[in-house]
């Protein structure tokens, strides 16, 4: 069973989200909020797996909200919720380990698969979002950090990964420009993202464009002979 929490401010949509999301066999909501304030205590009362955060709401805004509820001990995963597709929302998102963005005119079967995907620990990346992303690395111009140490430590084909995942490819599409399996392919994120102490893919986008290690414009090899 997932549990969720749901924040909006606007009380039709959030009764329409838990409605749509009670009416799951494997999910349950087990608490609603019309702000901020009201989310983190509802987070910190109930324990849920995931909580859906309206990015716009009275008090506390979603973004200060989630930024909060992600800096606990053991944190929910966050999906944030807005009506505006904006990039600095979805860039500030990201940053701070949101584990994906969905506009509020998701469609019912788009908003369940978002939150089975959060629970299981995976981000919700598109392509239109990494797009958005690498385009405002563009704007930004230079690195604004230098890359850990942990990319040291890093192989060969891991560091490839994780250029691949940077580019916004899926799992499936990397497995086919590396001629290795999807479960080969999620093995080696996951060792990445533990050596560089990151929740998800969204962060290792992020790191990878904030360090430099891959620049806009640029691509990986096609296909690579590392194994």
Do not use: W
């Not at 039709?12 to 066999?25: M, N, W």
């Not at 053991?74 to 600095?88: C, G, H, Q, Y």
């Amino acid at each position: 069973m997932i549990r969720l929490v749901v924040a909006d401010d606007q009380e039709l949509v959030r009764d329409g989200f838990c409605s749509i999301l009670g009416r799951e066999p494997d999910l349950r909501v087990v608490g609603q909020a019309a702000d901020g304030v009201q989310a983190i205590a509802a987070t910190a009362r109930t324990q849920p797996d995931v909580v859906l955060l309206d990015v716009r709401m009275p008090v506390m805004d979603g973004l200060q909200a989630g930024r909060r509820i992600l800096a606990a001990a053991t944190p929910p995963r966050v999906l944030m919720l807005t009506t505006f597709d904006a990039d600095e929302y979805v860039y500030e998102a990201m940053r701070f380990g949101a584990s994906g963005f969905l506009l509020k005119d998701v469609r019912s079967g788009e908003l369940v698969e978002a939150v089975r995907t959060a629970a299981a620990g995976q981000a919700l990346l598109s392509p239109a979002i990494t797009r958005r992303l690498i385009e405002r690395f563009v704007r930004a111009g230079p690195p604004t950090a230098p890359p850990p140490p942990a990319v040291a430590a890093l192989t060969p084909r891991e560091r490839e990964v994780l250029l691949l995942i940077a580019e916004g490819l899926s799992n499936t599409e990397i497995a086919g420009r590396l001629y290795l399996s999807e479960a080969t392919i999620k093995t080696h994120i996951n060792r990445l993202l533990a050596k560089l102490a990151l929740r998800d893919r969204v962060q290792a986008v992020v790191l990878a464009y904030e360090t430099g290690l891959i620049t806009p414009g640029q691509r990986s090899p096609g296909r690579s002979l590392i194994s």
